[in-house]
């Protein structure tokens, strides 16, 4: 037969334990024993592992095989049970949590290992990689492809095109070594005509400019017959500005020309003659030429022309002695 427990016969001291633990069971029989908290805590450890096996029987052995358990009052053994009962839960979240982790590991690596994409960097990428971003793409001269298509063939000059345009493409004969060089007194001999047109193109041109400068009925008839405008004169006079500077650049450079030719056979004289080779200072040499350019206006204009360089040349300097001279102070 059950004992029952009347509450009224304890203690005032078990009172507040039981006012604590509102739900006790009426009878012994219902109460938690030590066999069956140990059987409980076995079951549990063989579901568990090796490491979670010595966990329960260590918690079985502190809180079961205690004998002071059995001195123990009602609520402090249904504390205890309570406290191994939520160790037990506690330790049944951690397994959880490590066998996620573990089915997560192998599935990443079965990821890893089936993936497609997944690949190491090869050496050739670690090559080609730039070592800074301003730093040009280094490239290995000992590739196949460089040994298929040859070296390089390119001209004295540095103009060579490669691929499928070796031999295509426009040629310039300025810059292409199969040309030969410029011979600059033989093209003006070949091309004397274009002076002669030119100067055919200042003469029409004065005429125009000079026909839209005069006013009245004179002018337009002028204008008329010269088939011109007023409209057209601001621009017929660029277009002379710049036939007068190419010829004035192109007489110069062949004033230039003859000069140092001058030079170079009066040079090449004194050797015949028995005099010693010999090479001018840059100084020496840049009066022989204005001597031989005075010479070669003479030739070209008479006196009048040489009169004329010289006053120019004066008033040029003139003008630079005058920007060297110091301020007058007040």
């Given at each position: 037969?059950?004992?029952?427990?009347?509450?009224?016969?304890?203690?005032?001291d078990?009172?507040?334990?039981?006012?604590?633990?509102?739900?006790?069971p009426?009878?012994?029989?219902?109460?938690?024993?030590?066999?069956?908290?140990?059987?409980?805590?076995?079951?549990?450890?063989?579901?568990?592992?090796?490491?979670?096996?010595?966990?329960?029987?260590?918690?079985?052995?502190?809180?079961?095989?205690?004998?002071?358990?059995?001195?123990?009052?009602?609520?402090?053994?249904?504390?205890?049970?309570?406290?191994?009962g939520?160790?037990a839960?506690?330790?049944?979240?951690?397994?959880?949590?490590?066998?996620?982790?573990?089915?997560?590991?192998?599935?990443?690596?079965?990821?890893?290992?089936?993936?497609?994409?997944?690949?190491?960097?090869?050496?050739?990428?670690?090559?080609?990689?730039?070592?800074?971003?301003?730093?040009?793409?280094?490239?290995s001269?000992?590739?196949?492809?460089?040994?298929?298509r040859?070296?390089?063939?390119m001209?004295?000059?540095?103009t060579?095109?490669?691929?499928?345009?070796?031999?295509?493409?426009?040629?310039?004969?300025?810059f292409?070594?199969?040309?030969?060089?410029?011979?600059?007194?033989?093209?003006?001999?070949?091309?004397?005509?274009?002076?002669?047109?030119?100067?055919?193109?200042?003469?029409?041109?004065?005429?125009?400019?000079?026909?839209?400068?005069?006013?009245?009925?004179?002018?337009?008839?002028?204008?008329?017959?010269?088939?011109?405008?007023?409209?057209?004169?601001p621009?017929?006079?660029?277009?002379?500005?710049?036939l007068?500077?190419?010829?004035?650049?192109?007489?110069?450079?062949?004033?230039?020309?003859?000069?140092?030719?001058?030079?170079?056979?009066?040079?090449?004289?004194?050797?015949?003659?028995?005099?010693?080779?010999?090479?001018?200072?840059?100084?020496?040499m840049?009066?022989?030429?204005?001597?031989a350019?005075?010479?070669?206006?003479?030739?070209?204009?008479?006196?009048?022309?040489?009169?004329?360089?010289?006053?120019?040349?004066?008033?040029?300097?003139?003008?630079?002695?005058?920007?060297?001279?110091?301020?007058?102070?007040?």
């Amino acid at each position: 037969m059950a004992l029952e427990y009347d509450p009224a016969s304890s203690g005032s001291d078990n009172d507040s334990e039981v006012e604590d633990a509102p739900n006790y069971p009426s009878t012994f029989d219902e109460l938690p024993t030590d066999e069956s908290d140990a059987s409980d805590e076995d079951s549990d450890g063989d579901s568990e592992g090796e490491s979670d096996d010595k966990d329960s029987s260590d918690s079985d052995s502190d809180s079961g095989a205690d004998p002071d358990t059995a001195n123990m009052s009602l609520a402090e053994r249904l504390a205890a049970s309570q406290e191994r009962g939520r160790v037990a839960v506690k330790k049944d979240g951690k397994n959880k949590k490590r066998s996620l982790k573990s089915m997560l590991g192998s599935e990443k690596d079965e990821i890893t290992l089936t993936s497609p994409t997944s690949k190491k960097p090869s050496s050739k990428d670690e090559k080609m990689k730039k070592k800074s971003k301003h730093a040009p793409t280094e490239v290995s001269s000992s590739r196949k492809a460089y040994f298929e298509r040859g070296a390089p063939q390119m001209n004295n000059n540095g103009t060579k095109s490669f691929g499928a345009n070796m031999f295509k493409g426009s040629v310039d004969p300025r810059f292409n070594s199969m040309s030969g060089n410029m011979n600059v007194d033989g093209f003006e001999k070949g091309y004397k005509f274009l002076e002669e047109v030119e100067e055919n193109e200042i003469k029409a041109l004065k005429e125009k400019i000079k026909a839209g400068q005069v006013k009245g009925k004179k002018g337009q008839k002028a204008r008329k017959r010269l088939g011109t405008s007023v409209d057209d004169l601001p621009a017929q006079q660029e277009e002379l500005k710049r036939l007068l500077n190419n010829r004035g650049e192109r007489i110069r450079s062949q004033v230039e020309r003859s000069a140092k030719r001058a030079v170079k056979k009066k040079l090449r004289a004194n050797v015949e003659n028995g005099g010693k080779a010999y090479f001018l200072k840059k100084r020496d040499m840049r009066k022989e030429i204005v001597e031989a350019k005075f010479e070669e206006l003479r030739k070209r204009g008479g006196d009048k022309a040489v009169k004329k360089a010289i006053e120019k040349r004066r008033k040029k300097n003139s003008n630079k002695d005058h920007l060297k001279m110091p301020t007058v102070r007040k």
